[in-house]
């Protein structure tokens, strides 16, 4: 199993450009999410899904969106990217506790990360 | 909404020296616990998680953590650390039911450096 694989590894972008982050799972995990990674702050969840065509938003949603029309994968865009953006970029996707959507996360399991910057 | 505060920003010890780092969250309710690991340059990697039963939990690499209750704490701890286990270390916390049980709430990160 590759476990979460994330597409790009490394991005620079010019403010106001687009772009698409990939994030792909193979465990058959019911819930993904997109982090932010910036020094001293810690993860902050951007949007999430818990499943198949569902997305909702997390603490940090503005000028992000997402979307997962698979299982499998879960996109994060950026319709005009700003360099408050600059930041790098996790995936992570769980299980269910009880094997269904609708109950408690089990653990996350993490991509190695985009690191996006925004000039 | 839950929160998770972590006591120390930077922790620098030699090797052999004994470890622990504060966790301490803020939720009324029945919460799951994790601690996860960042080596530098990669992606997180679960140490240890709590979800009832023996407060006491042990991980990987020797690490283990103490949940109380009362204290709404759930603190890492290493007897003897190595030059190896050099890397960020985040508390997580995911309330047990209801609205935001499939949201991991993080601490902010603990750096530890451990000295050769």
């Known amino acids: 199993n590759a476990g979460v694989t994330q597409t790009p590894k490394f991005r620079v972008l010019k403010t106001g450009q687009s772009m698409t982050l990939l994030c792909a799972q193979d465990m058959n995990h019911e819930y993904m999410y997109w982090y932010r990674q910036d020094p001293g702050m810690g993860l902050r969840l951007i949007h999430y899904?818990?499943?198949?065509?569902?997305?909702a938003k997390g603490e940090v949603p503005d000028g992000y969106n997402v979307s997962r029309l698979k299982k499998q994968n879960f996109l994060l865009g950026l319709e005009s990217a700003a360099p408050s953006q600059t930041s790098v970029y996790f995936c992570?996707?769980?299980?269910?506790?009880?094997?269904?959507?609708?109950?408690?996360?089990?653990?996350?399991?993490f991509g190695p990360g985009t690191r996006l910057t925004v000039l | 909404a839950q929160s998770v505060s972590q006591h120390n920003h930077h922790v620098i010890l030699s090797e052999a020296a004994s470890l622990e780092l504060g966790c301490n969250y803020s939720y009324g309710g029945t919460v799951n616990l994790f601690w996860y690991v960042q080596y530098p340059g990669q992606h997180l990697q679960l140490l240890l998680k709590y979800f009832s039963g023996d407060p006491l939990v042990k991980g990987i690499k020797g690490f283990e953590a103490e949940f109380i209750k009362s204290k709404f704490s759930f603190n890492l701890r290493k007897p003897s650390v190595q030059w190896s286990d050099t890397a960020e270390y985040f508390c997580a916390v995911i309330p047990y039911s209801g609205a935001g049980s499939y949201q991991l709430t993080f601490g902010k990160g603990t750096k530890l450096s451990v000295i050769p």
């Open positions: 992570a996707s769980s299980y269910s506790i009880q094997g269904t959507s609708g109950s408690p996360a089990d653990t996350q399991y």
């Open positions: 899904s818990v499943g198949e065509g569902t997305t």
